[in-house]
């Protein structure tokens, strides 16, 4: 699953990206592209532009969600996806129709993960046998459509013991791009002295941790009728980065490449604050030698419902360019939608087409196709 070492590294961007303005949106366009590249002379710049474009590829989606049959099956009476998602549509799901909507948005491959409300629901045993078979079921459909997909594999949180060993599986046997978390526990956040054994573990390994909201044991009702999407997932997020944070998580495994969904939710909002508060704390110099910013920037983050100009104002101000990574939120979110707002964000050619391919390919080489 590794790329092949003679491969360039992903080409200048830019050009990718104003080709993709310019023309061949959706499947028509592309295929009309390749015929109007076959006409144009050799050497021109239409020519050149579109095999530049198909040199540099499409979108890679770090945020896309499958719903495996047995698992929707076993699990149907616990999860509860609000009216994002019907309950016909989620039966039936299938990864064509996950392909269909990638072809529809040129994205060549999607990075898949679980979502709320995962795979943990008190069981030590149920977890890790709904782990295991997530994951099996996820690595079937990587072999069935090479290229396509990619996977951070699930875990039974809060159960380490468990998650230990399914971390050796999924990185060792099914060879997993990296870990997906999500933001709490039953009320445990991230930070919690008890994970810490599965973050000196996907430290050691270096591995990719990507941490998707949930809904937290305090807030489901705060506001009756508000579904969690609006701003308890986004908050929930920044609950986790801040446990992270002031655990000294963060700061003691410095090989881990975290991913956060959603933009890391309210977290570039309110950088400024938690760095005046938290990195004041009494043991704050200890915890985050390099300051909570310092820490807040070599996180990743994932364009998901925080593409409004607002929203991503903050994330650039906060994140690196290159630490900002395309996101859909399939099946949850229409990805043309948040492609569309993206495209229409002032922002140099080569920054978009950084979020939308290339830093996804810098922290995950074997995604490229
Ligand atoms: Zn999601």
């Given at each position: 699953?590794?790329?092949?070492?003679?491969?360039?590294?992903?080409?200048?961007?830019?050009?990718?990206?104003?080709?993709?303005?310019?023309?061949?949106?959706?499947?028509?366009?592309?295929?009309?592209?390749?015929?109007?590249?076959?006409?144009?002379?050799?050497?021109?710049?239409?020519?050149?532009?579109?095999?530049?474009?198909?040199?540099?590829?499409?979108?890679?989606?770090?945020?896309?969600?499958?719903?495996?049959?047995?698992?929707?099956?076993?699990?149907?009476?616990?999860?509860?996806?609000?009216?994002?998602?019907?309950?016909?549509?989620?039966?039936?799901?299938?990864?064509?129709?996950?392909?269909?909507?990638?072809?529809?948005?040129?994205?060549?491959?999607?990075?898949?993960?679980?979502?709320?409300?995962?795979?943990?629901?008190?069981?030590?045993?149920?977890?890790?046998?709904?782990?295991?078979?997530?994951?099996?079921?996820?690595?079937?459909?990587?072999?069935?459509?090479?290229?396509?997909?990619?996977?951070?594999?699930?875990?039974?949180?809060?159960?380490?013991?468990?998650?230990?060993?399914?971390?050796?599986?999924?990185?060792?046997?099914?060879?997993?791009?990296?870990?997906?978390?999500?933001?709490?526990?039953?009320?445990?956040?991230?930070?919690?002295?008890?994970?810490?054994?599965?973050?000196?573990?996907?430290?050691?390994?270096?591995?990719?941790?990507?941490?998707?909201?949930?809904?937290?044991?305090?807030?489901?009702?705060?506001?009756?009728?508000?579904?969690?999407?609006?701003?308890?997932?986004?908050?929930?997020?920044?609950?986790?980065?801040?446990?992270?944070?002031?655990?000294?998580?963060?700061?003691?495994?410095?090989?881990?490449?975290?991913?956060?969904?959603?933009?890391?939710?309210?977290?570039?909002?309110?950088?400024g604050r938690m760095a005046e508060t938290i990195g004041h704390r009494e043991n704050a110099a200890a915890?985050?030698?390099?300051?909570?910013?310092?820490?807040?920037?070599?996180?990743?983050?994932?364009?998901?419902?925080?593409?409004?100009?607002?929203?991503?104002?903050?994330?650039?101000?906060?994140?690196?360019?290159?630490?900002?990574?395309?996101?859909?939120?399939?099946?949850?979110?229409?990805?043309?939608?948040?492609?569309?707002?993206?495209?229409?964000?002032?922002?140099?050619?080569?920054?978009?087409?950084?979020?939308?391919?290339?830093?996804?390919?810098?922290?995950?080489?074997?995604?490229?196709?």
């Amino acid at each position: 699953m590794t790329a092949p070492a003679s491969q360039p590294p992903d080409a200048p961007a830019a050009s990718r990206a104003s080709s993709s303005a310019a023309c061949c949106t959706g499947r028509h366009g592309f295929l009309a592209g390749i015929a109007a590249a076959a006409l144009a002379p050799a050497g021109s710049v239409a020519a050149q532009t579109f095999v530049a474009r198909l040199a540099n590829g499409k979108r890679i989606d770090v945020h896309h969600h499958f719903l495996p049959p047995q698992y929707i099956k076993e699990e149907r009476e616990r999860i509860n996806f609000g009216h994002s998602v019907p309950p016909s549509q989620m039966a039936a799901w299938s990864p064509s129709q996950s392909l269909e909507v990638m072809d529809q948005n040129e994205i060549a491959t999607a990075v898949v993960s679980v979502t709320t409300p995962g795979v943990w629901f008190g069981d030590v045993a149920a977890g890790r046998r709904l782990s295991r078979m997530w994951n099996d079921y996820a690595a079937e459909q990587i072999r069935n459509h090479p290229g396509r997909y990619g996977l951070f594999a699930v875990v039974p949180l809060p159960d380490a013991e468990g998650t230990l060993k399914e971390i050796e599986y999924a990185l060792d046997t099914l060879k997993a791009d990296g870990i997906g978390l999500l933001s709490t526990y039953g009320g445990k956040y991230p930070g919690d002295p008890g994970f810490a054994p599965v973050f000196e573990e996907l430290n050691r390994r270096g591995a990719i941790v990507y941490v998707h909201p949930t809904l937290a044991a305090c807030c489901g009702s705060v506001m009756p009728g508000l579904a969690p999407q609006a701003i308890e997932y986004p908050f929930d997020t920044t609950r986790a980065i801040t446990s992270l944070l002031i655990n000294g998580t963060l700061a003691k495994n410095p090989n881990i490449r975290w991913i956060f969904s959603h933009g890391g939710g309210a977290t570039p909002m309110l950088a400024g604050r938690m760095a005046e508060t938290i990195g004041h704390r009494e043991n704050a110099a200890a915890l985050m030698p390099h300051g909570v910013l310092a820490e807040l920037r070599k996180l990743y983050y994932d364009t998901a419902s925080a593409t409004s100009p607002a929203s991503l104002a903050a994330l650039r101000t906060l994140a690196p360019i290159s630490h900002i990574l395309f996101g859909s939120d399939y099946p949850f979110v229409k990805a043309a939608a948040a492609i569309e707002e993206l495209g229409h964000t002032p922002m140099p050619d080569a920054d978009r087409a950084a979020i939308e391919r290339g830093n996804a390919l810098a922290l995950i080489p074997r995604l490229r196709s």
